[in-house]
C-alpha cells in the first residue's frame, strides 16, 4: 500500500490567513484615514502658522522702524497700542499693525480655486515684560484659534528694546 500524501491548505491555516490580511487592511485604512483627516486640515494650520507669524513680525518691523516707542509695544491694559483678548483676524490699519484699534475688515487669503474669508479665526497678542529686566525684555505669545481645532496654534517670542 501507498501513503498518499495530501496536499493544500488546512481550514485552521486558511482561517489565520484570513486573519493577518484583515488586520493588515484594516491597519491601513486607519492610516489612510488619519493622512485624510491630516490633509484637510493642513491649509488652516499653514494659515494660523502664517498670521502668528506676520503678527511678530509687525511689531519687530514697527519697533525698528520707531513708528512705536518701546512703551506702545504692549497691550492696551499695559498703556500699550495691541488689543487685549482674542481678536477677529482683520487687515492691517494705518500702522501696519494687527490687532490694534484702527484694523479693518476680516481677512481673506485666496487659496486654489477658491477665496476664504478667515472669519472662523481669532488672534490674542500678549506682551508682557520679563521678570529681572528692568522693562528692557518683553514676551510676546501670539495664540491663533480657528473653528475645528481642538488645541491653539501659540507661537512665543521675546523682543529688547534693542534694536
Known sequence: MQASSNK??????TVVALGVLVTGVL????????????LSTSPSNVIVAQKATEAVEAVF????????????????????????????LKIAGADGLVNTADDGAIETIDLPGRTVTLAGYTREILIEDVPGENGQLRKITVTIRYSG???????????STYA
Open 61 to 88: 518691523s514697527a519697533r525698528d522702524s520707531h513708528r512705536l516707542t518701546w512703551a506702545q509695544i504692549n497691550n492696551v491694559a499695559n498703556g500699550g497700542v495691541f488689543l487685549d483678548g482674542p481678536q477677529s
Open 149 to 159: 481645532q481642538i488645541l491653539p496654534y501659540i507661537l512665543r517670542t521675546f523682543i
Open 27 to 38: 491597519g491601513a485604512a486607519g492610516v489612510l484615514a488619519a493622512g485624510m483627516k491630516n
Open 8 to 13: 493544500g491548505f488546512s481550514l485552521i491555516e
